[in-house]
Structures are given as structure tokens and as C-alpha cells.
């Protein structure tokens, strides 16, 4: 089945400047990334989404790379704020959809200093 | 804040016994997916269902089971409840089981098994 590893597990940067958060997957039949971020006592919420066919989406301050051949992908989020502070999820999905379910990496505790 | 609703929010149990957790889905969606978060790490799929039928499941054993009504909530038992079953149940709805559906999640169940 598929792997999704996330690194690093805590990340700690000054307000304003940029966080960057990278994941590897396993399995090549994968097509579909998804990021969350989850607040204290909260359920995961989606922040942005990849597919295989695009090497980069952005929405505002926060951007996705892919990069397919080396199976990695990354969530950069630039001019950071003190509400961007989270545990943020990177995940795969194959092509059999919602029905094989996502596959979720451990998570990066985004600490944003003031 | 999503439209998906579930409770109770926190609940606790002994070892050995059982436990049923209630979804309500946003509306407009009708497909119901089901993760177990164990404490500091990614959400781990059970299982999703769609037209009250389980539609694919993840690596739990049937002591793990589910419901889905004709207004779409959805309900996940769990039989002879183990320590390890202690956890952050999230709910997702979608509005289909195609591979791009966006996942909306509740803010879960924190289930302690003593």
C-alpha cells in the first residue's frame, strides 16, 4: 500500500518569513495530493490540492509543488501569520479514489514566532 | 467550520466493550468516509460509505463496522473495545466517491478506552 513519509515533524519560523513542509510517497499510481491543516480540537481542513497532471498550484499565500519523478511534493507558505500556526497534513491518493482512502502523512507542528 | 456534525464529542469506555459514534454529513453530500487519529500522528482510513453500502476499506478488523442511512449520517461501531482503539474518530463527507472529491471533516470523537 501506499507510504507517505512528512518532514519535518515541528517547524518553528519568524512572522513573515516562509515555511516550507516536504512529503514523499510511495506508490506511483498516486494522483491526487491533498493538504490540511488542523487547529487544536478541530478536524483536519483543506487548505489546497494537487493533481498529478500539474507541477505547481497557488492559491494566495500558500503554494504546492509536485514533482512526479521523484515522488516528493512540498506546501510553501509564504509571509507568514501568527493564525497560520497548526499541525499541517500532507496525503496521496490512488486512482481507486475515495474508496481506497487517503493516505496521510504524520503531520508538521507549524509554529509561527511573533 | 464544515457542515459535518458528530458526536458525542468525547467519550469513555472499558476495555471489552462497545461503542457506536454518529455522523451527520454537509449537505448535498453522500458519501461518508470514516479515519481513526491516533495521538500525534496522521488520520488512518477505515472505511467509506456510499449508497448505505461500504464502498472500500482500509487495514481494520471487522470489529470495526458502519452504517449509512437514507439521509446520509452515517454510524461507526466498534466491537470488544482494545486500548489501542483509544483515538481521535474523524467523519468526512464528499459530495461522491470520485478520486477528486474534496474530504470535509467534523471535529471528531475523542474516544478513551480504559
Redesign the interface.
Known amino acids: 500500500g501506499e507510504n507517505v513519509e512528512q518532514h519535518p515533524s515541528t517547524l518553528s519560523v519568524q512572522e513573515g518569513d516562509s515555511a516550507v513542509i516536504k512529503c514523499t510517497y510511495s506508490d506511483s499510481a498516486s494522483n491526487y495530493f491533498p493538504w490540511y491543516k488542523q487547529e487544536l480540537g478541530k478536524g483536519p481542513q483543506l487548505i489546497i490540492d494537487i493533481r498529478s497532471n500539474v507541477g505547481e498550484k497557488k492559491d494566495q499565500r500558500i503554494a504546492v509543488t509536485l514533482n512526479k519523478t521523484a515522488k516528493h511534493f512540498s506546501l510553501h507558505i509564504t509571509e507568514t501569520q501568527p493564525e497560520d500556526s497548526a499541525v499541517y497534513f500532507c496525503a496521496a491518493s490512488t486512482i481507486g479514489g475515495g474508496a481506497d482512502g487517503l493516505t496521510f502523512g504524520k503531520g508538521t507542528h507549524l509554529i509561527i514566532q511573533p | 467550520e464544515?457542515g459535518?456534525t458528530q458526536s458525542p464529542t468525547h467519550l469513555i469506555k472499558t476495555r471489552g466493550q462497545q461503542v457506536t459514534l454518529r455522523c451527520s454529513s454537509q449537505s448535498g453530500h453522500n458519501?461518508v468516509?470514516w479515519?481513526q487519529q491516533a495521538l500525534?500522528?496522521?488520520?488512518?482510513?477505515i472505511?467509506?460509505y456510499?449508497r448505505e453500502e461500504e464502498?472500500?476499506r482500509?487495514?481494520f478488523p471487522p470489529r470495526f463496522s458502519g452504517l449509512q442511512f437514507p439521509n446520509y449520517s452515517s454510524e461507526l461501531n466498534v466491537n470488544a473495545l482494545e486500548l489501542d482503539d483509544s483515538a481521535l474518530y474523524?467523519c468526512?463527507s464528499?459530495r461522491?466517491?470520485?478520486?477528486?472529491?474534496?474530504?470535509?471533516?467534523?471535529?471528531?470523537t475523542q474516544l478513551s478506552v480504559l
Not at chain 2, 40 to 45: E, H, N, V
Not at chain 2, 96 to 108: C, N, P
Open positions: 464544515t459535518v458519501t468516509s479515519y500525534g500522528q496522521g488520520p488512518q482510513f472505511f467509506q456510499y464502498n472500500g482500509g487495514n474523524l468526512a464528499s461522491g466517491t470520485d478520486l477528486y472529491e474534496k474530504l470535509f471533516f467534523g471535529s471528531g
